[in-house]
């Protein structure tokens, strides 16, 4: 071997090893920036949703696996919950109308039999089966900035035709019906948009944004909450009941008294 020879191999040696020392550097480098700068609370935050996850499959196996199956792929009393996500979860078990009391034609709204944690649970399991509509958290400051009478133009455009003008719900075809809003919180209307319960058209984010869908939210509660100024509300439904009570009160009344005063004439 020569000495040139010898020289060469000590030279790429020695680039070896700096190439080593550079790497370990490197590596130590990029351990410290994250230790210092990465998001806190990460490993935390897995696992409380895989403990929610494991409590919600405990209570989803108790009480929902008997129609919608062991894996959540549905059967032939009840369609499959893959891919319906937290939203429709949260929806249908918050409002009572899950789980099911008694087959019909439209599950009715009742009291949940669930506390909102358990049903967090079995959203978060059922989010975990294939994802979805998420549950909306919606803050005080875009509820606070939310245009009331532009969600008015938009429900009086999108759902008043079945919900009616004041949210008071009407019926549909084959028992049916839209049901009464007055009790919907504005995280279960912003639910029903996006998810499409029973009979309703599912609204997406491309037809109806998130500050749309709030502010239609905003005034479902405005015309469920606000005190009617003629009086009594009659049910908010509109002016049928209202001709219908002229009639009957009204003009029934004037003919009563005018039946009373023939009769106390003297003949």
């Known amino acids: 071997m020569t ?11 020695r680039r070896r090893r ?3 020392v550079v790497l370990l550097v490197a590596l130590a480098a990029t351990g410290v920036l994250w230790t210092a700068f990465a998001p806190r609370g990460t490993a935390e935050d897995t696992a409380a949703t895989n403990e929610a996850v494991r409590a919600g499959r405990a209570l989803y196996l108790q009480g929902c696996s008997s129609c919608h199956g062991l894996q959540g792929q549905g059967g032939n009393q009840a369609p499959s919950l893959i891919g319906v996500g937290s939203a429709a979860v949260d929806f249908q078990v918050s409002t009572g109308r899950m789980p099911l009391a008694a087959p019909g034609a439209q599950a009715k709204r009742k009291d949940p039999i669930y506390s909102q944690t358990q049903i967090d649970q079995l959203a978060a399991y059922i989010d975990s089966l294939g994802g979805g509509p998420r549950k909306p958290v919606i803050d005080e400051a875009e509820w606070n900035d939310a245009d009331l009478a532009h969600g008015g133009e938009l429900y009086r455009a999108n759902c008043a035709q079945c919900h009616q003008a004041a949210g008071a719900g009407a019926p ?7 049901p009464d809003l007055s009790h919907a919180t504005p995280t279960q209307i912003i639910e029903a948009m996006r998810t499409g319960p029973e009979s309703m058209p599912l609204f997406g984010p491309g037809q109806v944004d998130e500050a749309d869908a709030v502010a239609i939210a905003k005034y479902i509660r405005h015309v469920s909450e606000a005190p009617a100024a003629g009086g009594h509300g009659l049910g908010k439904y509109g002016p049928v009941p209202e001709g219908l009570l002229a009639w009957l009160v009204g003009i029934g009344g004037l003919l009563a008294v005018c039946l009373w005063i023939g009769a106390r004439q003297k003949v």
Request: proline fraction near 0%; hydrophobic fraction near 40%.
């Open 3 to 13: 000495a040139s020879t010898g020289a060469a191999r000590a030279s790429v040696r």
């Open 18 to 20: 700096s190439s080593a």
């Open 172 to 178: 549909l075809t084959y028992g049916k019906y839209a």
